[in-house]
């Protein structure tokens, strides 16, 4: 069973509250069914069935809050779901951690540590050292 830290502050923020009901289900079903490591797969029929029918692109406001970056065509990395589910990646990210290890591997295999730059002063030398 996947585990989640889930902002219990949420539902009080403003531009969450400003979400139509279907965008607030589409913000819990994407960070809920991503990977420990922060990637997700973007599938019409999933979200469809999961999200009461929702249809159309993520919106906008859900792809800057949780930082999504596109890897390839159905896949996504969520940059703001890794840092608040681990902290910020300079002080909470170690390879002593298997799971943090991992995730760090994957992120420097799909070349998104250009978004860490903490990864190049740290953790290079960690997974080498």
Known sequence: ???R?????INNK???RKLTSEEKVLWYYITTSCTYDGF?????SA????CNG???DIPEIIQVRLGMIKTDEDQYFLKNWITFQYGALASALTKQVRTHQ??????I?????????ELESNFYEQLNG
């Not at 830290?5 to 502050?9: G, K, M, S, Y």
């Not at 295999?109 to 860490?116: I, N």
């Open 5 to 9: 830290f889930l902002d219990a502050d």
């Open 40 to 44: 997700w797969e973007f599938d019409t």
């Open 14 to 16: 403003s531009w969450f």
């Open 47 to 50: 979200i469809e069935f999961y």
């Open 1 to 3: 069973m996947k585990k």
């Open 102 to 107: 991992k995730t760090i591997e994957r992120i």
């Open 54 to 56: 929702y249809k159309g």
């Open 109 to 117: 295999r799909k070349g998104l540590a250009e978004h860490f730059p």
